[in-house]
């Protein structure tokens, strides 16, 4: 996706409003106009705020463009309830996080780990990749007691809050934020076991 360079171009469309940029994407005539005007408008921000999540170039620019698709796909139903940037900021962040729960949590979760243990434990890089960091960490989630299971899960891999999981479960806020600590110390005391010398 292109990025803006100019500063003066930048800024020329950071003086249209949201509610013009909003008044041309609900009107079918001027959609696609509006739109343009959006993407002008905030895709820089948009992309340094997802960079800041994902560090790399490549992923981010997927990320971007997701961001934008959904966009486009309900910004004529956004009831400005919120300014625009903020719904849209709302949007990238669950973009670059549903992308690192497809390809990098695991390894990153791993990882984290290795640094904290790194006096106890020795991890062959190699051994971080691909199909045994899955093992690993089903393996890990396997020993944990089916409530400490569940909680890990929606709070790690669904993003859920713990309003959510409350209101899902019908288990306290407090209740759900200590086994959801009991699950990372039994996993990080698994993961540091598995690869002692």
Request: aromatic share 12%; no cysteine; hydrophobic share 35%.
């Amino acid at each position: 996706m292109h990025h803006l360079s100019q500063n003066s171009e930048y800024n020329k469309y950071m003086d249209i409003t949201d509610e013009r940029i909003l008044e041309l994407i609900k009107n079918e005539k001027t959609l696609n106009e509006g739109f343009k005007l959006l993407m002008t408008k905030y895709q820089e921000r948009l992309y340094h705020h997802i960079r800041s999540i994902l560090k790399n170039h490549e992923d981010t620019d997927d990320v971007l463009q997701n961001t934008f698709i959904k966009v486009f796909k309900y910004v004529r139903k956004f009831e400005g309830r919120s300014n625009l940037y903020t719904w849209m900021f709302r949007i990238a962040t669950n973009e670059s996080m549903t992308f690192l729960n497809k390809n990098k949590r695991s390894s990153e979760f791993i990882s984290d780990i290795q640094i904290e243990n790194t006096k106890k434990t020795q991890f062959n890089q190699s051994e971080l990749d691909g199909e045994k960091i899955k093992k690993v960490l089903q393996g890990a989630l396997q020993k944990l007691p089916v409530k400490q299971k569940e909680v890990f899960s929606l709070r790690y891999f669904e993003e859920m809050s713990y309003k959510d999981m409350s209101d899902a479960l019908g288990t306290s806020v407090g209740a759900l934020k200590a086994s959801y600590h009991h699950a990372v110390k039994k996993i990080e005391a698994y993961v540091t076991q598995l690869y002692a010398y």
